[in-house]
Structures are given as structure tokens and as C-alpha cells.
């Protein structure tokens, strides 16, 4: 039986790349995975309950990563063994395209049953086996989608109300102080500006009092106003 499916995830490459080479988020993904434990960096053994029509079966197996290209594809390959109900074995190929800040997941599987699973008819254990290929990359996608919510920032929305709050409150209540404080150094400024002007003028009078040509000048006219008055 063969089957094909497309996903698009939120995500960048590497990051679904790292998800597919994780055992805990293949663990997470696989319908009905009992366990999944990775003995080197490309074969991993894993037990799995699984129910096709009226067979249920747990089969134990192993499951090898071949054809690695990282991190653009490679291939998962898996073999398990169910006791009386009989076996299953297949592959897939998985690639993964760049697509802006999302990836393309696309896969290619292709399975094998025998012993008692393949007498319950193709048509039966081909729709199960799309479900569960598909119930599998869904779920993946699904992780690592949310996984790369949880690492994004936090924005204003996401943020506690309590916390929104407190952060308001302190804006209403500081910077008013912060700004008062402005206003009062300029207003000292210039407060000393205006008296350094005043002492400067000052001196400038005093100077003048007693021998600025101005002063001298008025000086004198005033002695002209007295003598007429006199004469007159």
C-alpha cells in the first residue's frame, strides 16, 4: 500500500529537522507508541499498540533513519513483529522545503502487512494504515508548531493582567515625578542665570556711577538744568 500527505509547519527547517531526529516528539507522535528508545543516531526500537478492525495487536520493532540529508530528507524505515495477529513493515520518505518562515513537510510511505492483519482485507488496512500516517505527521506538525509558540516572545496580549497593570501604574505614577523634576532643574537654571545677569548688570552700574560717559553725560545735564533754573 502506498500513501503521500503534505503539511505545511510554522517553523523553521532545522527546527523540524531537530523534532524528526527527537525520539520523545516521535514518542509523542506515533498513534498508540508505547516506547520509542534510541539505541545510536539513526535506529531506534519502539513498541506500539495498534487496532486494525477487529485485530489489536502490540507489535515491537525497530526503526531506522536512512538516507540522511540534513537537513533537507531522509528516509524512516520500520519493521515490527505482532505475534499471532502477524506483521508490519514500511518506509517513508520524508523531505523538507523552506518556504519563508514556515517548512513543507512532505512524506511518501509505503507499507507491508502479512499473517492475520493481511487477511482482513486491503481496503480495510490501507484506510487504516493512511489514518494512522496521517494521525502521526498531524500530530508532529502540531508540536512543533506549538513548541515554537512557546519559545516566541511574549506580546503585549499574551502578558498577565495584573502585570499589565502594575506596569501602568508605575508609568502614571513616575513619570509625572520624573518630568516635575525636569522642571524644577530648568527652573534652577534658571533662577541662576537670571542672578548672574543681575550681578553682571550690577557691576556694569556701579562702574558707570562713577565713570561711565553715559552717567557723565546725565550728570552734567543736570548741572545745566540747575544753573538755568537759578538764573532764572
Not at 55 to 70: D, P, Q, R, S, Y
Not at 212 to 221: I, R, T
Amino acid at each position: 500500500m502506498d500513501m503521500d500527505g503534505t503539511y505545511r509547519i510554522p517553523a523553521p527547517r532545522e527546527t523540524v529537522w531537530a523534532a524528526l531526529n527527537d525520539p520523545e516528539v516521535l514518542k509523542a507522535s506515533i498513534p498508540g507508541c508505547d516506547s520509542l528508545d534510541m539505541s545510536s543516531p539513526t535506529e531506534m526500537h519502539a513498541a506500539v499498540t495498534s487496532k486494525i478492525g477487529p485485530v489489536k495487536a502490540k507489535f515491537k520493532g525497530t526503526v531506522t533513519l536512512e538516507n540522511i540529508n540534513a537537513p533537507e530528507s531522509y528516509t524512516i524505515v520500520g519493521e515490527g513483529k505482532g505475534g499471532v495477529a502477524g506483521f508490519a513493515k514500511g518506509s517513508a520518505d520524508v523531505s523538507l522545503a523552506e518556504d519563508g518562515a514556515e517548512t513543507v513537510l512532505t512524506y511518501k510511505a509505503h507499507a507491508q502487512v502479512g499473517g492475520k492483519l493481511a487477511q482482513l482485507g486491503s481496503r480495510l488496512i490501507n484506510s487504516t494504515a493512511k489514518k494512522m500516517a496521517d494521525d502521526f505527521f498531524r500530530s508532529f506538525s502540531e508540536k512543533v508548531a506549538q513548541s515554537q509558540q512557546d519559545k516566541a516572545p511574549a506580546s503585549a496580549d499574551d502578558m498577565d493582567a495584573g502585570v499589565v497593570e502594575d506596569a501602568k501604574r508605575i508609568a502614571i505614577e513616575d513619570t509625572p515625578a520624573e518630568a516635575v523634576k525636569a522642571v524644577r532643574e530648568a527652573e534652577h537654571a534658571i533662577e541662576e542665570k537670571l542672578h548672574d545677569a543681575e550681578e553682571r548688570l550690577e557691576t556694569a552700574a556701579g562702574k558707570g556711577a562713577y565713570g561711565g560717559p553715559m552717567v557723565w553725560g546725565l550728570v552734567a545735564l543736570g548741572a545745566v538744568i540747575v544753573v538755568l533754573a537759578l538764573m532764572s
